[in-house]
C-alpha cells in the first residue's frame, strides 16, 4: 500500500474547467449538498478500508519567514485574492498508482452550485514510504 | 505470560472455534474481543490455564455474537448442541488459518492484514499503528478481507507460497510501532516453517534471519541509511547470521531449489565477508544467475548487472545493465553506482540526483541526493 495526498486547489493549478463563485454565493441546499457528499464520500473510503485522514483549510493564510538573528519573524499577507488556494486535502492508503488517480477522479465530482460536479483539480503526491529492509 | 506467548494461543483459538462449527469471520472476531480482554484483564488476574480462558471468553462471545442475530439462530441450536472438542492443539487446523488469511483472491494489503490479526494476534490498533493508517480503517480492511474469504472452505487446501509471501511483505515493509513487524514476521514465518518442513519455508526464515543480523548496522542512530558497503560489519549479529546459515544450508541439501532459499545464499555470503573487499561477488554473481531463471524478475536483473560489476569491472557491469528495462525502479541508482565506478563522475552525478528525485521513501532520498552532491563538489573541484 501506499499514500497519496490529494491536494484540493480550489484555484490555481491547471485552467479551471467551471469558475466557481465562493461557496457563500451559494445555494443554501447547494452548500448542504456539497458537505454532506464530502463526508459521505469519506465514509465510503472508511468502507473500501483506504481512508487515513481529511482536512478542511480556513482559506486565509499569512506567508511567513525567519527574519534573522534575534529578530521577529517577517509576515507577508494575508492577501485578499491569491492566485492560489488550496482549500484542503484527502490522505488515502491505496494498493496502487492508479487507484489514487481513481479516487481523486470521484472526489472532483463533489456537487458544487445547483448540484453539478465542480470538476476542481487535485494534485496526487504521493507520500515516502518506508525503506525496504532486503535491499540486495 | 507476555504478549507474544499470548499471541502463539490465538490462532489454535480460532482453530478451537471454527472446529466446533463456528464460521471463520465471526470466530476471528470473537478472539480478538477475547484476546482484548486478555490484554486488559491478564496482567492483573492471570488465569491458570490461559488457552482455556481464551477458548471460553472468545466462545461465550461467539454464541453472544450468532444469538445476537436471530436469522442465525438455527445454526446457534445446531453448534450449541455439538460435543466438546476434542484436544485444543491441531496444527492443521493453524496452517489452515495461515491458508484462509494469505489467499490468492486477497489483495497484498488485506493478506497483510488478515495473517497479522488473525495468525498473529495482533489487536486492530497495533496493525494500523504499524501501518500508520487510522484504527477504523484498518478494522475495515480487516472485515472486508473477511468477507473475500467467506466462501473459501476451511480444509481447501492451500499453497504455502501465498503464505511466505504475505510473511515476507510484512518483514520488508511498514514502520515499527508498538509491535515490531520483524521480530513478528520472524515468529510466523519459524511457525509456517515447523507446520509444513518446507524448503522455501526455511529459506525465507533463513533470509530474515541474515537481514535481520545487520539491523544494528543499517542505520545510524539519527535514522540515516547505512548502505551494506559501509556498514561497521561488527555491530551484525553473529548469533542470527549463524542460526540463518545452519537453516539455509539444511535447506539447501534437500535440492529443492527456490527464490527465497537463493536470496538468502546471497544475504550468507554477504555475511561471510569480514571486509566489504572480502565479498565473493562471483559466487553472488552466479546466485542472481539462479535467481533469474526462478523468478525472471527485472529487479533481480538490475541488482546482478551490480554484482557483475563488483565482480568484473564497473564496463562489465554497465554491459549487464544494458539488458535491464530501463524503467525498473532504482535503475538510475545503479546506474549512477557503476558509472561512478567507470570514472563518468558528471554522469554519475546527474543520474544520482534522477535517483534521488525518483526515490519512493526518504532514508534512499537523502542518501541519493548525498551522492549527488558528493560528485557535484568533486566534478566542480
Request: hydrophobic content about 45%; charged content about 25%.
Given at each position: 500500500m501506499a499514500k497519496y495526498l490529494l491536494l484540493k486547489h480550489y484555484r490555481g493549478g491547471p485552467a479551471p474547467v467551471v469558475n466557481l463563485d465562493p461557496m457563500d454565493q451559494w445555494a443554501p441546499e447547494d452548500v448542504d449538498a456539497h458537505v454532506q457528499w464530502m463526508r459521505d464520500f469519506a465514509t465510503k473510503l472508511q468502507e473500501t478500508g483506504e481512508f487515513v485522514e481529511h482536512q478542511a483549510l480556513s482559506p486565509e493564510g499569512t506567508f511567513v519567514r525567519y527574519g534573522g538573528e534575534g529578530r521577529p519573524p517577517v509576515t507577508d499577507g494575508p492577501f485578499a485574492e491569491t492566485k492560489d488556494l488550496i482549500a484542503g486535502w484527502l490522505i488515502i492508503d491505496v494498493e496502487t498508482y492508479e487507484r489514487a488517480v481513481e479516487v481523486a477522479g470521484e472526489y472532483s465530482a463533489v456537487p458544487g452550485p445547483n448540484g453539478k460536479p465542480n470538476y476542481e483539480w487535485l494534485e496526487v503526491r504521493p507520500f515516502f514510504g518506508s525503506p525496504p529492509t532486503v535491499s540486495e | 505470560m507476555n504478549e507474544t506467548l499470548l499471541r502463539e494461543l490465538i490462532p489454535a483459538v480460532t482453530g478451537v472455534l471454527v472446529r466446533r462449527g463456528a464460521d471463520f469471520a465471526t470466530a476471528e472476531d470473537a478472539v480478538q474481543d477475547a484476546l482484548l480482554r486478555a490484554l486488559a484483564t491478564w496482567p492483573a488476574d492471570p488465569p491458570a490455564d490461559p488457552k482455556g480462558w481464551l477458548i471460553t471468553a472468545a466462545w461465550r462471545k461467539f454464541l453472544d455474537a450468532t444469538r445476537a442475530e436471530s436469522s442465525r439462530l438455527a445454526r446457534e441450536a445446531r453448534v450449541a448442541s455439538e460435543p466438546p472438542p476434542g484436544p485444543t492443539e491441531d496444527t492443521a487446523d493453524t496452517l489452515q488459518l495461515y491458508f484462509m488469511c494469505a489467499h490468492p483472491s486477497l489483495t497484498p494489503a488485506s493478506a497483510v492484514a488478515l495473517t497479522l490479526r488473525a495468525v498473529g494476534g495482533l489487536t486492530t490498533r497495533q496493525i494500523a499503528d504499524a501501518y500508520l493508517v487510522p484504527e477504523t480503517t484498518m478494522a475495515q480492511r480487516i472485515s472486508r478481507a473477511k468477507r473475500t474469504v467467506s466462501g473459501v472452505r476451511f480444509d481447501e487446501l492451500g499453497d504455502v507460497a501465498t503464505v511466505l509471501r504475505v510473511l515476507y511483505l510484512v518483514f520488508n515493509e511498514g514502520y515499527s510501532g508498538e509491535v515490531d513487524l520483524a521480530d513478528e514476521a520472524i515468529r510466523l514465518t519459524r511457525r509456517v516453517r515447523s507446520m509444513t518442513d518446507d524448503e522455501e519455508a526455511s529459506g525465507l526464515l533463513a533470509l530474515m534471519l541474515l537481514h535481520h543480523a545487520r539491523r544494528a548496522a543499517r542505520t545510524t542512530p539519527d535514522g540515516t541509511l547505512v548502505p551494506l558497503a559501509e556498514q561497521d560489519r561488527s555491530r551484525w549479529d553473529t548469533d542470527l547470521i549463524a542460526a540463518g546459515v545452519a537453516i539455509l544450508q539444511a535447506a539447501l541439501a534437500r535440492d529443492r531449489l527456490g527464490e527465497y532459499q537463493v536470496q538468502a545464499a546471497i544475504a550468507a555470503l554477504h555475511a561471510d565477508?569480514?571486509?566489504?573487499?572480502?565479498?565473493?561477488?562471483?559466487?553472488?554473481?552466479?546466485?542472481?544467475?539462479?535467481?533469474?531463471?526462478?523468478?525472471?524478475?527485472?529487479?533481480?536483473?538490475?541488482?546482478?548487472?551490480?554484482?557483475?560489476?563488483?565482480?568484473?569491472?564497473?564496463?562489465?557491469?554497465?554491459?549487464?545493465?544494458?539488458?535491464?528495462?530501463?524503467?525498473?525502479?532504482?535503475?538510475?541508482?545503479?546506474?549512477?553506482?557503476?558509472?561512478?565506478?567507470?570514472?563518468?563522475?558528471?554522469?554519475?552525478?546527474?543520474?544520482?540526483?534522477?535517483?534521488?528525485?525518483?526515490?519512493?521513501?526518504?532514508?534512499?532520498?537523502?542518501?541519493?541526493?548525498?551522492?549527488?552532491?558528493?560528485?557535484?563538489?568533486?566534478?566542480?573541484?
Amino acid at each position: 500500500m501506499a499514500k497519496y495526498l490529494l491536494l484540493k486547489h480550489y484555484r490555481g493549478g491547471p485552467a479551471p474547467v467551471v469558475n466557481l463563485d465562493p461557496m457563500d454565493q451559494w445555494a443554501p441546499e447547494d452548500v448542504d449538498a456539497h458537505v454532506q457528499w464530502m463526508r459521505d464520500f469519506a465514509t465510503k473510503l472508511q468502507e473500501t478500508g483506504e481512508f487515513v485522514e481529511h482536512q478542511a483549510l480556513s482559506p486565509e493564510g499569512t506567508f511567513v519567514r525567519y527574519g534573522g538573528e534575534g529578530r521577529p519573524p517577517v509576515t507577508d499577507g494575508p492577501f485578499a485574492e491569491t492566485k492560489d488556494l488550496i482549500a484542503g486535502w484527502l490522505i488515502i492508503d491505496v494498493e496502487t498508482y492508479e487507484r489514487a488517480v481513481e479516487v481523486a477522479g470521484e472526489y472532483s465530482a463533489v456537487p458544487g452550485p445547483n448540484g453539478k460536479p465542480n470538476y476542481e483539480w487535485l494534485e496526487v503526491r504521493p507520500f515516502f514510504g518506508s525503506p525496504p529492509t532486503v535491499s540486495e | 505470560m507476555n504478549e507474544t506467548l499470548l499471541r502463539e494461543l490465538i490462532p489454535a483459538v480460532t482453530g478451537v472455534l471454527v472446529r466446533r462449527g463456528a464460521d471463520f469471520a465471526t470466530a476471528e472476531d470473537a478472539v480478538q474481543d477475547a484476546l482484548l480482554r486478555a490484554l486488559a484483564t491478564w496482567p492483573a488476574d492471570p488465569p491458570a490455564d490461559p488457552k482455556g480462558w481464551l477458548i471460553t471468553a472468545a466462545w461465550r462471545k461467539f454464541l453472544d455474537a450468532t444469538r445476537a442475530e436471530s436469522s442465525r439462530l438455527a445454526r446457534e441450536a445446531r453448534v450449541a448442541s455439538e460435543p466438546p472438542p476434542g484436544p485444543t492443539e491441531d496444527t492443521a487446523d493453524t496452517l489452515q488459518l495461515y491458508f484462509m488469511c494469505a489467499h490468492p483472491s486477497l489483495t497484498p494489503a488485506s493478506a497483510v492484514a488478515l495473517t497479522l490479526r488473525a495468525v498473529g494476534g495482533l489487536t486492530t490498533r497495533q496493525i494500523a499503528d504499524a501501518y500508520l493508517v487510522p484504527e477504523t480503517t484498518m478494522a475495515q480492511r480487516i472485515s472486508r478481507a473477511k468477507r473475500t474469504v467467506s466462501g473459501v472452505r476451511f480444509d481447501e487446501l492451500g499453497d504455502v507460497a501465498t503464505v511466505l509471501r504475505v510473511l515476507y511483505l510484512v518483514f520488508n515493509e511498514g514502520y515499527s510501532g508498538e509491535v515490531d513487524l520483524a521480530d513478528e514476521a520472524i515468529r510466523l514465518t519459524r511457525r509456517v516453517r515447523s507446520m509444513t518442513d518446507d524448503e522455501e519455508a526455511s529459506g525465507l526464515l533463513a533470509l530474515m534471519l541474515l537481514h535481520h543480523a545487520r539491523r544494528a548496522a543499517r542505520t545510524t542512530p539519527d535514522g540515516t541509511l547505512v548502505p551494506l558497503a559501509e556498514q561497521d560489519r561488527s555491530r551484525w549479529d553473529t548469533d542470527l547470521i549463524a542460526a540463518g546459515v545452519a537453516i539455509l544450508q539444511a535447506a539447501l541439501a534437500r535440492d529443492r531449489l527456490g527464490e527465497y532459499q537463493v536470496q538468502a545464499a546471497i544475504a550468507a555470503l554477504h555475511a561471510d565477508a569480514q571486509t566489504v573487499d572480502e565479498t565473493d561477488w562471483v559466487q553472488i554473481v552466479e546466485w542472481y544467475d539462479e535467481l533469474d531463471r526462478l523468478t525472471e524478475n527485472p529487479v533481480v536483473r538490475l541488482n546482478r548487472a551490480v554484482a557483475v560489476g563488483e565482480a568484473d569491472g564497473a564496463q562489465a557491469g554497465l554491459a549487464a545493465l544494458e539488458q535491464v528495462d530501463r524503467t525498473v525502479p532504482r535503475y538510475s541508482a545503479a546506474e549512477a553506482y557503476l558509472r561512478e565506478r567507470a570514472g563518468e563522475l558528471a554522469l554519475a552525478a546527474r543520474l544520482y540526483g534522477d535517483a534521488a528525485r525518483a526515490a519512493t521513501n526518504l532514508a534512499e532520498r537523502d542518501h541519493l541526493t548525498r551522492q549527488a552532491a558528493r560528485l557535484n563538489s568533486v566534478v566542480r573541484g
